[in-house]
């Protein structure tokens, strides 16, 4: 990744630290309203953290 964020970033679900090492797919999510995408939060999330909140058999790109 050109931008190291592991050990600076809390994931937004369970609030421990993302560790790349550990999480090779951990993610930024960028929040925006439909209607004015220009983006007003950033947040972190471990893909596992995502995945599990997600509903069965939705389709993710890391998997
Ligand atoms: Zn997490």
Same mark, same amino acid.
């Given at each position: 990744?050109?931008?190291?964020?592991?050990?600076?970033?809390?994931?937004?679900?369970?609030?421990?630290?993302?560790?790349?090492?550990?999480?090779?797919?951990? =993610?930024?999510?960028?929040? &925006?309203? @439909?209607?004015?995408?220009? *983006?007003?939060?950033? =947040?972190?999330?471990?893909? &596992?953290? @995502?995945?599990?909140?997600? *509903?069965?058999?939705?389709?993710?790109?890391?998997?």
């Amino acid at each position: 990744m050109s931008t190291d964020v592991s050990g600076k970033v809390m994931c937004c679900f369970c609030y421990k630290i993302i560790r790349l090492e550990e999480d090779e797919n951990a =993610m930024r999510v960028r929040l &925006a309203r @439909l209607s004015d995408l220009r *983006p007003k939060q950033e =947040m972190y999330t471990h893909s &596992a953290c @995502l995945k599990e909140r997600l *509903p069965g058999g939705f389709d993710v790109w890391w998997e």
